[in-house]
């Protein structure tokens, strides 16, 4: 059984910075990426950023480009969302995932079919 766990959500002011981590297991994730998807309060889930677990090219939503890095280790199967000068509008719940999607659909979330339970970030003014 998959299982996706992220932790490091929390609370911070704006400008300030955040990892969130993602520990998978349950299988072997060779040929599969790791993604990071946000829900913020009545907004639809957003793409914000994909890297494969193997490392490699990684991509990210406009919004978060220059701020946020996002790295794995596959060894340890765990992925990183590293987020910098945060904003107001990053409060959100994060979520990561994974799957064998492509760098093609990385932001489709259809091709992640295991999901964690999310992690709240707020960022206050």
């Known amino acids: 059984q998959v299982q996706l766990i992220e932790t490091g959500g929390a609370l911070v002011q704006a400008g300030g910075s955040l990892r969130l981590s993602c520990a998978a297991s349950?299988?072997?994730?060779?040929?599969?990426?790791v993604a990071w998807f946000r829900q913020a309060p009545e907004k639809e889930r957003e793409f914000v950023a994909y890297i494969p677990w193997s490392g490699g090219r990684t991509y990210y939503a406009d919004s978060v480009k220059g701020r946020f890095t996002i790295s794995s280790d596959s060894a340890k199967n765990t992925g990183n969302l590293q987020m910098n000068r945060m904003k107001p509008e990053d409060t959100a719940v994060y979520y990561c995932?994974?799957?064998?999607?492509?760098?093609?659909?990385?932001?489709?979330?259809?091709?992640?079919?295991?999901w964690g339970q999310g992690t709240q970030v707020t960022v206050s003014s």
């Open positions: 349950g299988r072997s994730f060779s040929g599969y990426a």
């Open positions: 995932a994974t799957g064998t999607a492509s760098d093609i659909f990385a932001r489709s979330e259809d091709q992640y079919p295991y």
